[in-house]
């Protein structure tokens, strides 16, 4: 009795998977590492937005304590009443005439200090 000739590709098919799995785990270690990166940026990304935002509470402040300060400066129904306002470090003087006073205009009518 002959024996039947033993094929020379006996381990292809073991070499082809351990190949296909060494891809498959390289895909997903790649993966990993882009999740790991993405997290990061948007980490960062948000931590500068919130930055922004806080570096804007002072300026907004300002411009709305400037805002309250010198609204209503001239009442309706009344041409006498118009006020001025003049701005100094830390104080808005508000300028005009009072309904009781001599109708001298240079006279502060109002102080607004401007810190919080």
């Given at each position: 009795?002959?024996?039947?000739?033993?094929?020379?590709?006996?381990?292809?098919?073991?070499?082809?998977?351990?190949?296909?799995?060494?891809?498959?785990?390289?895909?997903?270690?790649?993966?990993?590492?882009?999740?790991?990166?993405?997290?990061?940026?948007?980490t960062s990304f948000a931590e500068s937005v919130e930055v922004r935002n806080l570096?804007?509470?002072?300026?907004?402040?300002?411009?709305?304590?400037?805002?309250?300060?010198?609204?209503?400066?001239?009442?309706?129904?009344?041409?006498?009443?118009?006020?001025?306002?003049?701005?100094?470090?830390?104080?808005?003087?508000?300028?005009?005439?009072?309904?009781?006073?001599?109708?001298f205009r240079g006279k502060a009518v109002a102080l607004q200090a401007l810190f919080?």
């Amino acid at each position: 009795m002959r024996k039947s000739p033993q094929p020379q590709n006996q381990g292809a098919a073991l070499v082809i998977v351990l190949s296909i799995l060494t891809i498959l785990v390289t895909l997903v270690l790649a993966f990993f590492s882009m999740v790991q990166t993405e997290s990061q940026s948007s980490t960062s990304f948000a931590e500068s937005v919130e930055v922004r935002n806080l570096t804007d509470v002072p300026v907004n402040l300002v411009v709305s304590q400037l805002r309250k300060a010198t609204e209503n400066l001239a009442p309706v129904g009344t041409e006498t009443a118009f006020k001025t306002w003049s701005s100094q470090p830390g104080m808005i003087r508000v300028y005009g005439v009072e309904p009781d006073s001599s109708n001298f205009r240079g006279k502060a009518v109002a102080l607004q200090a401007l810190f919080g």
